[in-house]
């Protein structure tokens, strides 16, 4: 009997015993990670995004907004799966620095057993599905109010594939930058600098909303862009620490920077308002918050404590004067700050990777090159993610309005787009 005893307890502790698996096999541990990080991610556009978003419009608004997060989640899942994944991912093109291959078109030969690196491919598949939704979801910010949505449909689904699926594949996909060394763990390049420029010259070529700047437009309900923001920084862990694609302590360093990054974004945000305005607003501390996070991310899985909190610091600071000079000296109409908040912030994190990545700041290294050199990658791929990013979103903004129109009429806009667009209200008694 102590025989059959001392043996099932042996078999149970080898059986506890995490086993390390090669790249060709299944990883359990890292699979669950990543499916987890996949729902979190979702989780930041829908609700996230959306009732961030939809607090800070004007109440006869907010239903249009809320559709045009969700809309968008629905088109770029689709067109994820007809080809974008496979372009931006898959091998044998004969332009693979600059394009992935044809051979995931619909995702033919995808089985359960098929494997990125340990973990699923269908599950890797998921998780940058989130990453494609999220991008132009973010561009919604910049012509809140007065995009009618059929042009905002027909502007996304093309933007996804003319901007973001060749940048996404030159970084993530093996493409040139990548090979350049160009360092972007979680997105600030392919995302925020990405979107965030999208964002100006969609407001640049849309205009400024009636009445805007004199009249005042502030959010119809800070409860919502606060319950938005939380879900937001809750959502983040997924997108940051997801991204390491493993279980271990990479994740666990980018969960813990993200985290620092942001509550610093968030105070130094909240500590020049106070100095400047007199009164901490609550509106300023979150959008601190989300300064903090994009900032971050590009250089989440690559830095550590201290460059964390460096980072969150100087995104509080350059985000909150980056704002006020768009809105106030420059009077352009980014409705929701997307610009100065993930564009800037994601320029300035992409190249502070190069500095805080190094181990002499507590980084992971820079691979034996320095931090000069790191730093000039790290500018060219912002560079040249802006200028294509720039040309593209103007190219089809100018086309949609000559072939659709993109603005809704001043009588429409006064109305507001939920009643105009969807024929529903927000609230009943509105």
């Known amino acids: 009997m102590t025989t059959i005893i001392r043996a099932l307890t042996l078999i149970a502790f080898t059986w506890a015993i995490p086993v390390s698996a090669s790249a060709d096999e ?11 990080s996949t729902a979190l991610v979702l989780f930041m556009t829908i609700p996230g995004l959306s009732l961030f978003y939809g607090g800070l419009v004007r109440s006869k ?3 249009s907004v809320l559709m045009q997060c969700f809309s968008i989640t629905c088109l770029v899942s689709l067109l994820w799966l007809a080809g974008v994944y496979s372009f931006v991912f898959a091998d044998g093109s ?4 600059w394009l992935g291959g ?5 995702l033919p030969d995808m089985g359960i057993g098929n494997l990125t690196g340990d973990i699923p491919e269908t599950v890797f598949f998921m998780f940058q599905m989130t990453f494609a939704i999220i991008t132009p979801a973010l561009i919604v910010g910049a012509f809140a109010e007065r995009m009618k949505f059929s042009a905002m449909l027909w502007f996304s689904g093309l933007w996804l594939v003319f901007v973001y699926m060749p940048i996404c594949h030159w970084i993530w996909g093996n493409g040139w930058l990548a ?23 969609a407001a640049l070529v849309l205009g400024r909303r009636k009445g805007f700047p004199s009249v005042a437009m502030p959010p119809h309900n800070m409860t919502m862009v606060v319950t938005g923001a939380g879900m937001l920084w809750f959502g983040w862990f997924g997108f940051n ?13 980018a969960i813990a920077v993200t985290h620092i990054a942001a509550a610093a974004g968030s105070l130094t945000w909240m500590a020049i308002e106070w100095l400047r305005f007199g009164k901490p607003s609550v509106l300023g501390i979150v959008t601190g918050m989300v300064a903090g996070l994009g900032t971050i991310t590009p250089a989440s899985g690559f830095v550590g404590p201290i460059g964390g909190l460096a980072i969150g610091v100087v995104a509080g600071g350059v985000c909150f004067y980056a704002t006020q000079f768009v809105k106030r000296r420059l009077k352009i109409d980014d409705s929701l700050d997307v610009f100065p908040v993930h564009g800037v912030g994601g320029c300035v994190g992409s190249i502070l990777t190069g500095v ?12 034996g090159v320095s931090i000069g050199h790191q730093v000039a990658v790290q500018a060219l791929a912002v560079l040249v993610t802006a200028a294509w990013s720039a040309v593209f979103s103007y190219g089809l903004l100018k086309t949609l309005d000559l072939l659709i129109g993109l603005r809704v009429t001043e009588d429409e806009e006064q109305q507001g787009l939920d009643i105009v667009l969807h024929e529903e209200t927000g609230y009943h008694n509105l």
């Open 179 to 201: 090979a350049l060394g160009a360092k972007d763990f979680a997105g600030g390049i392919v995302i925020h600098v990405n979107a965030g420029v999208a964002s100006l010259v």
């Open 26 to 36: 299944l990883n359990q541990a890292n699979t669950a990670w990543v499916l987890t």
């Open 241 to 253: 620490g997801g991204s390491a694609l493993k279980a271990d302590g990479s994740a666990g360093m």
């Open 102 to 106: 044809a051979s995931k078109l619909f």
């Open 61 to 63: 608004n907010v239903l």
């Open 94 to 97: 004969d332009w693979q620095p």
């Open 356 to 367: 805080f990545a190094a181990e002499s700041f507590g980084g992971l290294g820079l691979n």
